[in-house]
């Protein structure tokens, strides 16, 4: 008896160092693509330090509200998704009209940094912006297809 009650307390001890220990992992990736992501934006846009001591927190402030507008649309999307069946074609028009809503807030999102980018780079730095935007996440994208590969040697 004193094993069972053993290993009922051990399992959501166990579960719960898991849990722990995946969310560990989880924020350790989270950093690291984000130290990835400084150094490479730093490089791609050829950033000074001092450049970069402004530069960071609004662009940091500008993904926190474009990450916040995305969420929002993915979350509509995806309730749209689950329940269009049972949607009328006046609530589908709402869904629809919300996702182009969601489409001009990220616009206009962007053009409100655009102007403070400008402000504080010059011109040239701000193209760069766009494009390291861009190569970053197909830098991303090859790394994830690259780790899910494997190595038919072994």
């Known amino acids: 008896m004193k094993i069972i009650k053993f290993f009922l307390l051990l399992i959501p001890v166990m579960t719960f160092a898991f849990s722990i220990n995946a969310q560990e992992s989880k924020t350790d990736k989270v950093q690291e693509i984000k130290s990835q992501k400084i150094a490479f934006f730093t490089d791609k846009i050829g950033l000074t330090p001092a450049e970069a001591q402004v530069f960071w927190?609004?662009?940091n402030d500008y993904w926190a509200k474009k990450n916040k507008i995305?969420?929002?649309r993915k979350e509509k999307?995806?309730?749209f998704a689950d329940n269009s069946d049972n949607m009328s074609n006046d609530v589908m028009i709402q869904?629809?009209?919300q996702y182009i809503r969601y489409e001009m807030e990220l616009a206009e999102l962007l053009d409100e940094?655009?102007?403070?980018f400008k402000k504080i780079l010059p011109i040239n730095k701000v193209m760069k912006i766009y494009l390291a935007d861009y190569e970053f996440k197909t830098y991303l994208l090859k790394k994830i297809?690259?780790?899910?590969?494997?190595?038919k040697k072994e």
């Open 113 to 116: 940094y655009h102007k403070k």
């Open 95 to 97: 869904y629809a009209d």
């Open 57 to 59: 927190p609004i662009y």
């Open 77 to 79: 999307m995806t309730y």
């Open 70 to 72: 995305i969420a929002d």
């Open 145 to 151: 297809r690259e780790s899910g590969k494997v190595d």
